[in-house]
């Protein structure tokens, strides 16, 4: 494909990352939901650009959305973690033995999410909203890895369904 291809596809896939984080903006059921579904149009841009074009497409969304975006939340799961992951994890899944990469997703996963909390915490002065104490801040971050969990599992059959079903059809399109 054309570097001028490549280009025009980054910008138009980024466009449409940046639309469905504004909407996870704006919806508040989609605060988390949205960076989820970006991350899978980030698969299709680490495809068809390369890794390099992806961290660069990721860099220019995780700014542009930090700017822009009213709900901070959003941007930032999306920045601290959503956004690389799908670039990262062919890396990851090639270490040896089998349970370090998996030790190693969840450390970058927790790393992400609860450094994504504190910013929201400290810097940008919005309350953590917890009833529950110190035990619901645990019991948060434990149904947050069981996504994590659910989340990592669906996306090897996405990527399958997209290798198998998709590719050769959006390749086709974009000669």
Partial sequence: MKKSKQIALGGML???????MFLGSVIW?????APLMSSLIML??????????????????????????????????YAFFFGYYVIIKDFIEKIKPKPLSILIKYIIYNAGIISSQLLLI????????NPWGKWGIIILLALANL??????????????????KYKKKLEKLLR
């Avoid at 299709?44 to 709900?71: E, H, Q, Y």
């Avoid at 400290?122 to 909203?129: E, K, Q, S």
Wanted: proline content about 3%; hydrophobic content about 60%.
């Fill in 44 to 77: 299709i841009i680490c495809d068809i650009t390369g890794k390099k074009n992806a961290l660069i497409t990721f860099a220019a969304v995780s700014i542009i959305s930090l700017f822009f975006l009213p709900d901070k939340e959003c941007a930032l799961t």
């Fill in 147 to 164: 996504v994590f969990l659910i989340y990592d599992f669906m996306l090897k059959r996405v990527i399958l369904l997209y290798e198998i």
């Fill in 122 to 129: 400290y810097a940008f002065g919005i309350p953590l909203d």
């Fill in 29 to 33: 059921a989609f605060t988390y939901i």
């Fill in 14 to 20: 980024s466009a449409l990352i940046l639309t469905m």
